[in-house]
């Protein structure tokens, strides 16, 4: 459908996460990623 060609086209590109420099203030976006990981497995 139009709108899965949409969401899928507009994501861009795939970043490496592990060449990030997060700070204390980003504390909430490495429990967002953990959680994540821990609901894939």
Do not use: C, F, W, Y
């Not at 709108?3 to 592990?18: F, L, N, P, S, Y």
């Not at 909430?28 to 894939?40: A, D, F, N, P, S």
């Amino acid at each position: 459908s139009p709108g899965d060609a949409e969401a899928t086209e507009g994501m861009g590109r795939i970043t490496v996460h592990k060449n990030e420099n997060l700070v204390n203030s980003d504390r909430g976006i490495t429990l967002m990623r953990k959680r994540l990981r821990e609901q894939i497995r």
